[in-house]
């Protein structure tokens, strides 16, 4: 497939899907665990987060990451995304109004809570999985 048709069904995949896995590493080794993921109209990545939290410091001292999203219902043939790319933390407030949402007062006291930051996640390549026969396919960035 061109890259217009790759990037299509890659744009597809985030806007439909925004739960998915964050690995970091710490000495060498990984650490998964699942976020919400939300995307501008470009390829970056966001995600809420505590700046209290394990993945903040692992990505203060390593900002290479991973992320896994999409592949849902039974597993067979369900296409997901494979994304390599480096994070860093964000704090200021257009980025945490934009996604803020009511049920994240679960963990914040609101928009403007000291522990409320985003994560980006400028991608270096994107892999386009289980989408028909042409895949794996590779979208540099």
Do not use: C
């Not at 849902?72 to 994070?87: F, H, K, M, P, T």
């Amino acid at each position: 497939m061109n890259q217009e048709q790759l990037k299509k069904k890659i744009y597809n995949i985030m806007d439909q899907h925004t739960v998915g896995t964050l690995a970091t590493v710490k000495d060498q080794k990984p650490h998964s665990r699942f976020m919400t993921f939300f995307n501008d109209d470009e390829f970056t990545f966001y995600t809420p987060t505590n700046k209290e939290t394990h993945k903040a410091e692992e990505i203060e001292a390593n900002p290479h990451v991973h992320i896994l999203i999409g592949y849902e219902g039974d597993g067979y043939g369900d296409s997901y995304l494979e994304v390599e790319g480096q994070a860093k933390i964000r704090d200021d407030q257009k980025i945490k109004d934009w996604l803020w949402s009511e049920r994240m007062e679960r963990w914040f006291t609101g928009k403007g809570d000291p522990d409320y930051i985003v994560l980006e996640v400028m991608p270096e390549n994107i892999r386009l999985m289980n989408a028909d026969g042409d895949t794996p396919e590779t979208l540099d960035l």
